[in-house]
């Protein structure tokens, strides 16, 4: 008898509700207002060459910003069981037939953006499938993960472990497919690839996998680059910048076959650079920096930070930054801490997207490596990246209601 009343208090123990991490709520929440005071401040430019209203960027990131809040606030209230898998596993599956069928719909309902169809053009707004479908492909890696590759060994054969691997290999081609050559998205490629191999490290492979992982990776890599014009002549105007101060440190033979004449100029990352450089330790004040005047046509978009950086300066943007890496790490935590394995994979790989697209932008904007068009996550222009990454921390704070973080982990 005693022991089935200890059997009951054990289970009630492990389903007990906690408070949501309201301070990552707070956290993101900043970055969205953040988002939405620029995203007046930095489209002065671009309201007037269009002829939009003056708001006309401002209201519609408002719009989405509060909509984002109360997505958040809501999830922050239901319980994982009831949310995470149906929010996960629905957008997993609606949205990858959505991508599939997205070059056969009519050019009424499709938005084209470089050449390809990316855009669902609804009633008042568009909607970019990819960003949405990140979040179900995360959460299907967790749950698959965990079903078939967590308990499995690591002291496998190479061959039976890339066989058990083979499945995932395969269904990311198919990704690589849609989203690579059919909407010509190479960094949404390059951010999915680097979750999907980051989050085999946590379930539990052997590192023979990885380097054969990396090997492929990279070759394939190249051949994308290689298989469309356009990232050929962005890679180009990337070595323009920085072949000079990478030829200095090699030998000088290197130089008769590695130095290329008459490239393309990196117009974008300069302004940007010198956008950063106009902003020194304090910035220019909000509203006052130069670099949107017509310099850069995606300042508020793929190049805010560059922006945000001209008007607020260096202690601006250590402060985004830290905010940044703030919820990175509060993600981590809730992970660290969440029993179930699926949460616990899910919530690794939220955090994942939300570092590697702020890495990935802000190598690109200061010319460490070439653009990759990766919105900066919370902050970018752009309702669809702000909802989908709303609701990704949404599931967060619902997943951290099965947390108690107000104890320390060794106890």
Do not use: C
């Amino acid at each position: 008898m005693n022991s089935n009343k200890n059997t009951i208090k054990r289970n009630n123990s492990q389903k007990r509700i906690y408070q949501a991490d309201y301070v990552l709520f707070i956290l993101v929440s900043l970055l969205i207002i953040a988002s939405i005071i620029f995203s007046y401040s930095l489209t002065i430019y671009t309201v007037e060459f269009y002829g939009y209203n003056q708001f006309h960027f401002f209201i519609r990131q408002l719009t989405v910003g509060i909509l984002s809040i109360f997505i958040m606030w809501g999830f922050s209230l239901v319980e994982p069981d009831k949310i995470v898998n149906r929010v996960g596993m629905g957008f997993f599956i609606f949205f990858f037939i959505l991508m599939i069928i997205m070059p056969f719909l009519p050019a009424s309902v499709v938005t084209a953006s470089g050449g390809a169809n990316r855009w669902i053009r609804l009633p008042g707004f568009s909607l970019s499938p990819v960003e949405f479908f990140k979040i179900g492909f995360i959460y299907f890696l967790s749950w698959s993960f965990h079903r078939r590759l967590i308990e499995v060994p690591r002291k496998i054969g190479l061959k039976q472990e890339l066989l058990l691997l083979m499945p995932y290999f395969i269904a990311f081609l198919v990704v690589v497919f849609i989203i690579a050559f059919l909407q010509k998205d190479l960094g949404q490629v390059v951010l999915l690839g680097a979750i999907l191999f980051i989050l085999l490290i946590f379930a539990n492979r052997s590192y023979k996998v990885f380097v054969s992982l990396g090997v492929v990776g990279i070759l394939a890599l190249v051949g994308l680059i290689i298989a469309a014009p356009h990232r050929i002549k962005r890679i180009y105007s990337w070595w323009a910048m920085v072949q000079d101060k990478i030829l200095s440190i090699l030998p000088s033979w290197a130089d008769k076959y590695l130095r290329i004449d008459e490239l393309p100029e990196p117009y974008q990352v300069s302004h940007s650079l010198n956008a950063m450089h106009n902003g020194g330790i304090f910035g220019e004040g909000i509203g006052l920096g130069d670099i949107k005047l017509g310099f850069l046509s995606e300042v508020h978009t793929d190049f805010v930070l560059a922006g945000i950086t001209e008007e607020i300066g260096l202690i601006g943007l250590t402060f985004i930054t830290l905010i940044m890496f703030l919820i990175v790490f509060r993600i981590f935590r809730i992970s660290g801490r969440v029993e179930n394995k699926i949460y616990h994979l899910f919530t690794i790989g939220v955090a994942l997207m939300i570092i590697i697209a702020f890495l990935i932008n802000s190598y690109g904007i200061s010319g460490m490596i070439p653009i990759k068009g990766i919105a900066v996550p919370l902050l970018s222009y752009g309702g669809s990246s702000m909802l989908a990454i709303s609701i990704a921390i949404g599931l967060v704070l619902s997943i951290s209601k099965s947390v108690d973080l107000s104890k320390r982990v060794n106890q």
